[in-house]
């Protein structure tokens, strides 16, 4: 069963860091492309980092360039998201997902987590 479980989530002052953690089960790293993406309040879901299956390709949206870094351990069928100098505007739920395609577009994502909550805020 595929499964995906995000933590790491949290309150964090703005200039702050978090680190969310993607923990996978049910298929291997290798095979999927693992994308994370957010959704704040009123707003639609945002493909802010992916990072390919094959090699470790990645990828930023503008948004977050600069200040987040995607990586995964394959021994710990695990994806990270390091986020640094985060802002009031990041605040959001943060989704892990999997798919198929090394694109921000989460509609050509499958499989999800059930999200984590990041407010940035003083």
């Known amino acids: 069963q595929v499964q995906l479980v995000e933590s790491g989530g949290g309150l964090v002052q703005p200039g702050g860091s978090l680190r969310l953690s993607c923990s996978v089960s049910?298929?291997?790293?290798?095979?999927?492309?693992i994308g994370w993406f957010r959704q704040a309040p009123g707003k639609g879901r945002e493909g802010i980092s992916c990072?390919?299956?094959?090699?470790?390709?990645?990828y930023y949206a503008d948004s977050v360039k600069g200040r987040f870094t995607i990586s995964r351990d394959k021994t710990k069928s695990t994806v990270y998201l390091q986020m640094n100098s985060l802002e009031p505007e990041d605040t959001a739920v943060y989704y892990c997902a999997a798919g198929m395609s090394f694109h921000s577009d989460y509609r050509l994502y499958s499989y999800w987590g059930q999200g984590t909550r990041v407010t940035v805020a003083y």
């Open positions: 990072i390919n299956s094959n090699d470790d390709n990645t």
């Open positions: 049910g298929f291997s790293l290798d095979n999927y492309v």
